[in-house]
């Protein structure tokens, strides 16, 4: 299996095979499917898909190989349930996978996610928002997406065409005491990770340089981003750095780790945010188990195919959680949609919301969206 492949499982479904003989099953999706990277753990015998661990391992050890509970310091009733195959219970909801789930423990274990604190001045200066008032941006600067959408004039030839939805810009909570609440959940969550903020892409030296990032070398074409979704993206950055928020909150489940839940009514094709972090080449990251890296460009030439690795710089959608949709209880969970645009001849990728999201509902999006579906069609 090439690099290419190894690190895009995130993004691919895995191809069916025939369940081994010996029946052994994965912990983690229930399926004893893709024997060939089903591994079994060297101290409780349990299997794992390589693609259903978080972080994704892009292959099967060499060496022995011990899973989450295993490297875990054990306490007297875990090391029991070990010992005794009686003591095992399957996972409730076995579809839901979160990408964070063994950084969440050790976190916890450590004791080490300690809440930001909800001072004005503190959350400003961690987020970098401009010193101002912040008035609401979105009601504002109207003009910027109306501008086209003038009546024509009486008369005027009204030719039927197919219309285009539109991508819509967040709606912050109008509360700026909520909006606080909302950004200091992030900054408790990048705090204890140890990774700092940022809302774009970056490009450290010794990564892969901004030239590298050309939405023409894409394998197949990329979808450019509409005008008028262009307009609605930046608007949605201008909102940020004025410290208008999207209505999203980050929380601490101590099965899923740090997961990431609308604070809102959120409608569907609402722009939920940008997936940043800093850029580097797949070919360099063939060994890295480093968590959440998403796919940014799948060149036609693997070489020059690139990730974002957001473990240092990064935003709420590192939060959010993926979801391995094999079963129809996991695609009913899934509200939003991963998409990768051209945005002025470069790659970006979006995460849209694909259906209304109701205030309090847990954010997951699929990372099993087949790669030749990027881009795709029916995204938008």
């Not at 063939?286 to 020059?304: K, Q």
């Not at 991963?338 to 470069?346: A, H, P, S």
Request: aromatic content about 6%; proline content about 7%; hydrophobic content about 35%.
């Amino acid at each position: 299996m090439g690099a290419a492949g190894q690190l895009r499982r995130r993004t691919r479904a895995p191809r069916a095979e025939p369940a081994g003989d010996d029946d052994v099953r994965c912990e983690a999706c229930g399926s004893g499917d893709a024997a060939a990277e089903l591994m079994l753990c060297d101290g409780c015998d349990r299997g794992f898909h390589i693609f259903c661990l978080r972080p994704i391992l892009p292959r099967v050890p060499a060496g022995d190989w011990f899973c989450a509970s295993c490297r875990s310091p054990p306490s007297s009733k875990s090391a029991a349930a070990v010992a005794s195959p009686v003591a095992k219970k399957p996972k409730r909801e076995y579809f839901l996978f979160c990408s964070h789930r063994d950084c969440g423990i050790r976190l916890a274990n450590r004791g080490v996610h300690a809440e930001f604190p909800l001072v004005q001045t503190k959350i400003v200066d961690f987020f970098k928002i401009q010193r101002s008032p912040l008035p609401s941006l979105a009601a504002s600067e109207p003009s910027e997406l109306t501008r086209k959408r003038r009546r024509k004039p009486a008369g005027a030839l009204v030719v039927a065409k197919k219309k285009r939805r539109r991508l819509l810009p967040f709606n912050p909570c109008e509360d700026p005491a909520q909006r606080l609440r909302q950004m200091a959940s992030l900054a408790t969550a990048l705090t204890a990770t140890g990774a700092v903020f940022s809302n774009s892409l970056t490009y450290p030296p010794g990564m892969a340089p901004r030239s590298a990032n050309r939405a023409a070398l894409e394998a197949g074409g990329m979808q450019v981003l509409p005008r008028e979704d262009v307009e609605t993206l930046g608007l949605c950055q201008r909102m940020l750095e004025r410290g208008e928020w999207p209505p999203l909150l980050v929380v601490y489940d101590p099965v899923e780790g740090f997961t990431v839940e609308a604070d809102r009514f959120i409608r569907d094709l609402t722009i939920i945010t940008e997936y940043v972090g800093d850029v580097d080449y797949l070919r360099n990251r063939e060994h890295d188990d480093g968590d959440s890296m998403m796919t940014l460009l799948s060149a036609a030439a693997p070489s020059r195919s690139l990730v974002i690795c957001p473990d240092r710089r990064s935003n709420i959608a590192r939060f959010i959680n993926g979801i391995n949709n094999h079963t129809p209880e996991g695609r009913k969970k899934q509200n939003l949609k991963c998409v990768r645009f051209d945005v002025g001849g470069e790659c970006r990728v979006l995460l849209v919301a694909n259906r209304d999201i109701s205030k309090g509902e847990r954010l997951y999006y699929d990372y099993n969206g087949s790669e030749h579906e990027y881009p795709t069609h029916h995204f938008v």
